[in-house]
């Protein structure tokens, strides 16, 4: 085998932990240098990476790709700047704060064709829901009907402190953070969405973004999805069913560091209209799962498309482009948020940086 990747790491808090734990568990690839302005627990557990000044110092180190795992307003800034340096980069979502953000990146991209660009949806690779699209695909429950996605979390104490709840960084609020991981399973299960209604608000902390976020979707093939992504969630909960005209499937819970969502399940069942059956009432198989194997394949997946020059297919800029487009469609569509204090970034201010 050819001599390991060299990557650097911008971003060495939460994200960049994990993706750092994932690559040193591998022989194709090592972490030489990163960079953060805190970052005294990655260098605790990882002495030997070379801790640089600023993010142009890991662009400009020699490596062969770098990882960004930075607050949103970093990130555009990041990522073009490693590209133009001719450096393959896996991004962790959202890829900015607005859409001027990744239509930036993109533009970056298509100027340097021979490198990688895969952006952190890890919700595609997680095992509830790579099962339930191995049965979507497989046609045994029939066509999707419609989907109903709920993905929501607490704050606690310091939540309003926290740099996620900052508009300037992050651009927006729970829907941004968090739903548009729900927005892109959509995507994934039904293609396109070009009808939006929504509501959205701020209805409990006080950050200057959205706390909740309520859509209704119309996919180009007229299936509707439904959405609710809030941080009012007092227990944690995702939960993203999918009913065919066979039968359904349910994922519910998703396997986390904390395991804060409780169990990763996935039932499945066919309907039942025969004579004598109690309706409504179908036979469920419930599959659990004990592992995430997600930040594995999703690394593992990164390093082939480089070192073999395989096309990325899961995390491509086009579905990042998509799902921001989702995200902010259903900021645009309530007049009445955009009027208020808590609307995104890029629909109430000019951009400062």
């Known amino acids: 085998m050819s001599e390991a990747l060299k990557i650097g790491v911008i971003g060495l808090g939460k994200m960049g932990l994990i993706r750092a734990r994932e690559l040193a568990k591998r022989s194709d690839a090592r972490v030489v240098c990163g960079f953060d302005p805190h970052p005294a627990a990655f260098a605790a557990e990882f002495p030997d990476v070379a801790l640089l000044p600023d ?3 890991v662009i400009a180190a020699d490596i062969d790709a770098i990882f960004v795992a930075t607050p949103n307003a970093y990130t555009p800034a990041a990522v073009i700047g490693a590209l133009n340096a001719g450096r393959h980069v896996f991004c962790e979502k959202p890829p900015g704060r607005t859409l001027q953000d990744i239509r930036d990146i993109i533009a970056a991209e298509q100027r340097n064709p021979g490198l990688k660009l895969k ?3 890890n919700h595609r690779y997680h095992a509830g829901i790579m099962e339930a699209k191995r049965i979507v695909d497989s046609g045994r429950l029939g066509r999707v009907l ?3 996605g709920i993905y929501g979390k607490s704050g ?3 939540f309003e402190d926290e740099w996620r709840s900052s508009k300037e960084v992050v651009g927006a609020g729970i829907l941004l953070d968090q739903g548009i991981h729900m927005l892109d399973l959509f995507r994934h299960f039904c293609g396109d969405f070009p009808d939006v209604k929504s509501m959205v608000t701020a209805a409990y902390w006080d950050t200057g973004v959205e706390d909740n976020a309520f859509a209704l979707l119309r996919s180009t093939e007229g299936r509707i999805a439904m959405l609710h992504s809030s941080s009012t969630q007092w227990k944690h909960r ?3 069913e999918v009913f065919m005209s066979d039968g359904y499937l349910i994922v519910n819970g998703i396997l986390s560091s904390t395991r804060s969502y409780g169990d990763e399940t ?3 069942a066919r309907r039942r209209f025969e004579p004598g059956f109690p309706a409504g009432k179908p036979n469920e198989e419930i599959i659990y799962f004990d592992h ?6 999703e690394v593992e997946g990164f390093l082939e498309n480089v070192l073999e020059d395989t096309p990325v297919d899961m995390g491509t800029s086009e579905q990042a482009l998509k799902a921001m487009e989702l995200v902010f469609a259903i900021y645009e569509n309530d007049a009445e948020f955009l ?4 609307a995104p970034w890029g629909l109430t201010q000019p951009q400062k940086d």
């Open 55 to 57: 993010a142009e110092a």
């Open 119 to 121: 952006f952190g949806f």
């Open 146 to 148: 419609w989907l109903r």
């Open 156 to 158: 606690g104490h310091g």
């Open 238 to 240: 995702f939960n993203l």
């Open 266 to 268: 996935i039932s499945v």
């Open 292 to 297: 995430d194997p997600s930040w594995e394949l």
């Open 339 to 342: 009027k208020g204090p808590s």
